[in-house]
Structures are given as C-alpha cells and as structure tokens.
C-alpha cells in the first residue's frame, strides 16, 4: 500500500476524466511489483489507460532495433564494423564508410530523417513512408562529418539499422524481433510496424495541451476541450515505431539482468559504449544512453514523437526496472520515472537525496551585446533567388521585403532569415536554424549552407534560369 501511495502520487494530475494519461510498470528481481494506468488512452471516447494499453514509444524503439542488429552479428551473420553500404548498396558511397556500429552510437555523420524531411517540405505529421526516407538517403552526397569524429544523434542511421536487419536476415525488422526477441520474453502485445493504417487493438492515442485563450481573463469554460489531438501517421519503422505496453518493457528491462534471450555476450555488447576516433568514449551504447541517478548506474532511454512522451531505465545495481509511457506531450516521463525510483529505491541509493543535479556557479551573464545592424535592401539583394539542393531535391525563393532577406517555401511559407554576421543569418524555424553563404574567388554569392540541430551545411545552388510562372 506505501508503495503503491508514492508511486500514485507521482501521476495524480493524470489521475482524472479528460486528461491524457500514463501508464507504469516497476520490475525488481524478476517480478512486476507494480503496474497501472492513469487517465485516458483515447478522450475522445473515455477509454481508460490500463498496464496494458498499446503505446506508440517513440526512440524507446532504438534499443530493439539494436538488439536485432548485435544478434545478427552474434549469429556471424554480419560484422558490427561493417561499412553499411555493405549491405545498403543504395547508401551513397562516402570516404570514410560509416559503418554499422556508428550507425548505433550516432557516431556515423548520417545527417538526421526528420530534420531532412523537414527542410524538404514535409511536416512530421505527415504519412512519412521508409521509402520516402530511404529515397532522402540515397540522394544525399556528404556527412555531417567524418565517421566517428563526433556522436550526432541520427534517426536516419536507425531507419538503415531496420534495413540492413531485413537485408541480411531475410525477415523484416517486424518478423525478426518478433521471432527472437518479443515471443522469447513473452511480450504478448510488443509489434513493429511501418504501415500508418494498421489497426491496434488497444491502443493509446496522442494528445497535446490547448494554448489558453489569449483573452486571459475570461472565466474558464469547465467543458471546454483542454487538449487537441497530435498526430501520427508514421510509416517507417527502426528509430521509432515500436508498439507496446508498459508491462512488457519491463519484461525486457528484466532481460539485462537474465540475459534469456542473447545470452551475457549479447546483453554486454548491448551495453558497450561508442568510442571516438580520438579514444573518447560517449554515454551512449546500442540504442542506450548510459547514465547515473543519486549514485546509482542507469541505462535506459526516452522517446517524443507526436504527443507520445516515453522513458525506460533499468538500475542494473539493484536489478530493478522503471518503465514510464504517457500520451500527452508534456507527459514529463523521466522526470516521473526518477519520481517513481524515488519511492521503489527508497533506501538503496548511496547518495541522499538533494546530492544529484545540484550546480553551483555564478548565474550567466545577461548578453547585453547590441544586435549587429542588418544589411541595407542592396547588400541583401545579393543573396535573392531561387535556391535549390540536390540532395532534398527542394527549392527555396529567397527576396527582400521590407528590408529583410526572406525565405519562401511552398509548403512552410515565409521564413525570415535575421542578420548575425557578414553573410551569416539565423530562423527560428528548427529544421532550418543556420543559414551562411558562401564565396567565390570574386567575391560573389557562391553556396547557400543550411543546418543547425542534426544537419549541417546542406548545401543550395542558385538556380541561374528562373522559373517559368
């Protein structure tokens, strides 16, 4: 019952009609200790969460993609320092290859999907199909950076992990988990899949909060809808994807402490951290990012797509597993998740409480810099035109308007692009953060570079015919 009373009262504000909810599971030395679900899987027809409603997790799916991929070279069946295009005959030919390890610990340079599909036109609750993104893939013609010079989260070098799993086995990566990894652990209502239609039978859906009236003095309006619908309409699998419940992570959680399925080499492999060409080492192994909690080891991983907001982390210390799904954007579920091994570990952790995540210092300095003087409508207009690249295959009309440079795209409409630096400008678009162009010998306009977050430099040419109409 004190178990139970803590671990209710991390989820209390999802504890009611109307709301979007959650779903826990806690497992320690084998055995489900807890479980249940708060608020609704799907508002609009009050159908409760349950332990086991079917949640859409997001990048929680990496590790399984991962798994599949070590098991293979496990089996002998491929090499981990295999370049990807091994198997991948699409995957364009770079100097160095990146390979299938750094592929897993986001090490590869592969510049991200999401972000590519973005710049190119797409919103991400578009149907993004793997052959759209594949497509991407295969017209790309440079890395972020060199093979193993960096760690860069790529969601692309997950989609690739999928593929070379059905490449090699000869099983999708839908089959090949199924077969080797959820039936074995018995996760009865685990699946991939990469078709937006299929049905799932209870499943949760994804919501995110209503933006309060702007108006915000009006009285409340107690019936009015507090959450719209975020959609997803996914149709690729491997970084994401993966549907499931709640108790069943929990039976996978519980496999790093048996290692049933794998067997220790595998389990350990899983758990092996990338490493750099300069012998650094990250916090990241085989779809895991590898931390600490109040001095205790973590592994474990979160996951946001839509308005699912998800997160796994097993306490290999004390064998003890917290798993936490939630289909509301501002689900916060690792915070819960501490919240949860909070009451679970009570006890167990060497560091008292208050220890972990203090910072002390002197607060930032305020950036009282003055913005530099942008370019008069002249200077500007050298950077007018239709820009287009070769690798989204998307065109750009870049014109200035009331003394600014601004970016018109069919889809994403007007992007102003804010003055930083000589021939330097920044958006407060995501996919489209940095913007620099590049010069000639002559001192003219050559390249337009475009990146920030997990794409750099993708590189626009001006078109010098323009478009007809």
């Known amino acids: 019952p004190a178990l139970a009373r803590g671990i209710d009262a991390v989820f209390v504000d999802l504890d009611r009609p109307g709301s979007p909810g959650a779903s826990v599971a806690v497992i320690r030395d084998g055995d489900?200790?807890?479980?249940?679900?708060?608020?609704?899987?799907?508002?609009?027809?009050?159908i409760p969460v349950t332990p086991h409603t079917v949640f859409h997790v997001a990048s929680v799916s990496k590790q399984f993609a991962a798994m599949a991929v070590t098991l293979l070279a496990a089996d002998g069946a491929l090499s981990l320092d295999d370049?990807?295009?091994?198997?991948?005959?699409?995957?364009?030919?770079?100097?160095?290859?990146?390979?299938?390890?750094?592929?897993?610990?986001?090490t590869s340079g592969i510049r991200d999907q999401w972000q590519l599909l973005a710049m190119s036109g797409w919103r991400l609750d578009d149907v993004i199909t793997t052959e759209q993104i594949l497509g991407l893939m295969a017209r790309q013609q440079e890395l972020n950076f060199e093979p193993g010079a960096e760690y860069l989260y790529s969601n692309m070098g997950y989609t690739l992990l999928g593929e070379v799993v059905e490449a090699v086995s000869g099983m999708s990566l839908a089959e090949f988990t199924q077969a080797r990894v959820f039936a074995p652990l018995g996760m009865d209502r685990t699946h991939f899949h990469d078709d937006h239609e299929h049905v799932v039978p209870n499943r949760a859906y994804s919501y995110a909060p209503l933006q309060p009236p702007a108006d915000a003095a009006a009285p409340a309006d107690a019936e009015a809808p507090r959450y719209r619908k975020a959609v997803l309409s996914y149709a690729n699998a491997g970084a994401t994807s993966l549907f499931t419940t709640a108790e069943d992570l929990a039976r996978w959680l519980d496999n790093f402490r048996h290692a049933n399925v794998g067997g220790p080499e595998v389990m350990q492999t899983m758990l092996s951290r990338g490493v750099l060409n300069n012998?650094?080492?990250?916090?990241?192994?085989?779809?895991?990012?590898?931390?600490?909690?109040?001095?205790?080891?973590?592994?474990?991983?979160?996951?946001?797509?839509?308005?699912?907001?998800?997160?796994?982390?097993?306490?290999?210390?004390?064998?003890?597993?917290?798993?936490?799904?939630?289909?509301?954007?501002?689900?916060?579920?690792?915070?819960?998740?501490?919240?949860?091994?909070?009451?679970?570990?009570?006890?167990?952790?060497?560091?008292?409480?208050?220890?972990?995540?203090?910072?002390?210092?002197?607060?930032p300095a305020a950036d009282d810099a003055a913005p530099p003087e942008t370019p008069g409508p002249?200077?500007?207009?050298?950077?007018?035109?239709?820009?287009?690249?070769?690798?989204?295959?998307?065109?750009?009309?870049?014109?200035?308007s009331e003394g600014r440079l601004v970016a018109r795209h069919v889809r994403h409409g007007e992007i102003v692009l804010e003055y930083r630096a000589p021939d330097e400008f920044a958006t407060d678009r995501w996919f489209f953060r940095g913007v620099r162009f590049e010069r000639g010998g002559d001192g003219a306009v050559g390249d337009m570079r475009v990146g920030g977050g997990r794409v750099r430099n993708l590189r626009f040419v001006r078109l010098t015919t323009p478009l007809p109409g």
Request: glycine fraction near 14%; aromatic fraction near 10%; proline fraction near 7%.
């Open 32 to 46: 489900i200790v807890y479980s249940r679900g708060y608020g609704e899987a799907q508002i609009e027809h009050g």
């Open 378 to 400: 002249a200077a500007l207009a050298e950077y007018a035109g239709t820009w287009y690249s070769p690798e989204l295959d998307a065109l750009y009309h870049l014109s200035v």
């Open 279 to 363: 012998g650094d080492t990250i916090p990241y192994a085989h779809g895991l990012a590898m931390g600490e909690y109040r001095g205790l080891r973590t592994i474990g991983h979160g996951g946001a797509d839509a308005g699912f907001r998800t997160q796994v982390q097993w306490f290999p210390e004390v064998e003890t597993g917290v798993v936490v799904l939630t289909n509301v954007a501002n689900g916060n579920p690792a915070g819960r998740a501490r919240d949860v091994a909070d009451v679970v570990l009570a006890g167990s952790f060497p560091e008292e409480e208050g220890e972990e995540g203090q910072e002390g210092g002197a607060p």
């Open 83 to 106: 370049p990807v295009r091994m198997h991948l005959p699409y995957v364009p030919e770079f100097e160095p290859a990146p390979t299938v390890r750094q592929m897993i610990h986001h």
